[in-house]
């Protein structure tokens, strides 16, 4: 048995405009779900960003606007990307700091919810980065003894993501392991209370701000000392998580 499951576990990866969780668009989303049974299901999705694709970003995973001409845009998709999510732990590489927060940004943008807070999340490069510290590449030839032939395309490093986790699983003994065990010992994400990680949980299990000039102070204290501080958040450059998070901290002070 390659992986201990209690229920699906989907591996994915996403391509985008750039790397601003907030302003950049996804324009591939390519995923491998996996059941208990050891059923799996692959998918590729190209989607219209509906905004030039910049030339830096093209370099790097070698998507033009041409691509993603007449491709739906992702609104027109939402529906059926949440669903492939739905009652599945999310698994991928370097997925905590970047593909997580950029498709909830995106689905919140749709007006789609999806509910994450009962998600197990297993980042591959946390696992790696913990016991080899190397990249994706490095870690496909270390633990499968493999080339890359189409680094930075999220069908290829989603399908390499997928190997090398099976691959880790073996190396390091932890085929025994359920999802909720991994994501627990290897999910830096584990404290973070909002997708993008602006607020953590400090020992006492209490949301403290996680940067700025009240990195460490807790957000109740903040809230209701300096009171602007909620709308100078609420009008900046964050994700709708965050802010969303935010708000319920501020209702719940409220109702005290």
Sequence with gaps: MEMNLTKPIVFFDVESTGLNITKDRIIQLSYVKVWPNGEEKRGDILINPEMPIPAESTAVHHITDADVAGKP?????????????????????????????????????????????????????????????????????????????????????????????????????????????????????NKNVDLAGRFIYNEQGKEVFNFGKYRGQLVEEVLAKDSGYYGWMMQGDFPENTKSVLTKIKLRLAGK
Excluded: W
């Design 73 to 189: 845009n992702f609104k027109q998709v939402a529906n059926d990307i949440k669903q492939i999510f739905v009652g599945a732990d999310i698994a991928g590489f370097n997925s905590n700091r970047f593909d997580i927060p950029i498709l909830v940004q995106e689905l919140d943008r749709a007006g789609v919810e999806l509910d994450v807070t009962r998600c197990n999340f297993v980042d591959v490069q946390i696992i790696y980065h913990k016991n080899e510290r190397r990249d994706l590449e490095a870690a496909y030839k270390f633990y499968c003894g493999k080339e890359m032939d189409n680094h930075h395309n999220a069908m290829c490093d989603t399908e390499t993501t997928y190997e090398v986790f099976k691959a880790q699983l073996k190396h390091y003994g932890m085929t025994e392991m359920s999802i909720g065990e991994l994501a627990q010992e290897y999910g830096s994400h």
